[in-house]
């Protein structure tokens, strides 16, 4: 990679004005002395200071992309060694994916973290992170503003009043799985640099489902408001979002913005359609896009499409996923749907 192009990729981590607007992949750098390390944490994250807790020569691997506004990164120091950071502005996850970590923010208790559980770090303190020499890290950071638009889609009301997120999120919740599932997603992605994320509709559904992941799982301080029941859903409501569903199913829906754009909480819409269809609106768009699918792929040739660019057009992001829910759906692969000739 370029200087040039590296500069730009770094740029786009800190919002300068003069990086490219347009996604720009995954960032892979590697550092082998602490004051190189600190350089690339600070211009991707945020500011930091490296103190080496045993000999040897630092060997930093960092593999990064943004994900709409959000920065993700999988980090690895290969040293034990402490990370001291300066006062965050946004908010920051740290998900270990191996090894085990230390952490403490802005004068709490340690808090210790393997790969079943992660280090929540709010904006406006600094930290202290311990790394074991084995450890790596996804770490994820949101911009404050992201975060407050998307609660207060989530609670359907305009939040004034500062919001709390816990130090530490266990894994081992129904709440903390779903965390732990998106983890895994990124990690696969980054792994394979960046290629489904790509493609533009995908990115912007990933991060509305990773946003939401973390404020249902784990803002306390808006709880009664999240799990308040919703007043039931008139059926015309319902029918416009089955309907928005039907003639744009390629869009990069999420449960929160179809109820924006019918007016309703998400509560509301998620108790609507399980009392009116009996599924969850993803799952109603699921099946939706595997049947547009199905239809297109008996309709195409195999000389001149292919099942990938038929599911991305549908707004399938995940290959893997979609394989198995359609040939769950169907008995066959897409694959074998394809190869069948017209009658």
């Not at 709409?68 to 994916?97: I, K, S």
């Not at 770490?139 to 709390?164: G, I, N, W, Y």
């Not at 009664?224 to 928005?244: G, H, N, W």
């Not at 195409?300 to 660019?309: D, K, L, R």
């Amino acid at each position: 990679m370029s200087s040039a192009a590296r500069d730009n990729h770094l740029a786009w981590a800190q919002g300068e004005e003069n990086a490219t607007p347009e996604p720009v992949g995954v960032t892979v750098l590697r550092a082998v002395s602490s004051d190189e390390a600190e350089d690339v944490v600070s211009r991707i994250f945020l500011p930091n200071q490296v103190r080496a807790l045993e000999p040897g020569p630092v060997n930093m691997s960092l593999v990064a992309m943004r994900v709409g506004a959000t920065t993700v990164g999988q980090l690895a120091y290969g040293r034990h060694l402490r990370l001291l950071t300066d006062e965050a502005t946004h908010l920051h996850v740290n998900t270990p994916v191996s090894g085990s970590v230390v952490s403490r923010a802005g004068g709490s208790e340690p808090l210790t973290t393997t790969n079943r559980s992660a280090a929540v770090f709010a904006p406006g303190a600094p930290a202290e992170i311990e790394w074991s020499a084995d450890a790596a890290q996804l770490c994820v950071m949101v911009p404050h503003s992201t975060l407050q638009d998307e609660l207060e889609a989530l609670v359907d009301r305009e939040v004034k009043e500062p919001f709390r997120l816990p130090f530490h999120m266990s894994l081992d919740t129904s709440q903390g799985r779903v965390w732990r599932s998106m983890v895994n997603l990124l990690s696969e992605e980054l792994s394979t640099r960046g290629r489904m994320l790509s493609h533009p509709a995908a990115e912007r559904q990933v991060e509305r489902t990773l946003i939401d992941a973390l404020l249902l799982g784990h803002v306390q301080s808006h709880t009664e408001a999240l799990d308040r029941s919703a007043s039931p859903v008139l059926p015309s409501t319902i029918a416009r979002a089955v309907e928005l569903l039907n003639d744009h199913p390629e869009e990069a829906w999420s449960t929160t913005t179809l109820a924006r754009a019918v007016h309703v909480s998400l509560r509301s819409l998620q108790n609507g359609f399980i009392r009116h269809l009996g599924k969850p609106p993803m799952t109603y768009l699921r099946e939706l896009r595997l049947t547009r699918i199905r239809q297109d792929l008996e309709e195409a040739s195999v000389m001149t499409t292919t099942v990938e660019s038929v599911a991305y057009a549908w707004g399938m992001v995940h290959m893997g996923r979609f394989a198995a829910a359609y040939r769950q759906a169907f008995g066959e692969l897409p694959s074998q749907t394809l190869k069948r000739l017209p009658a």
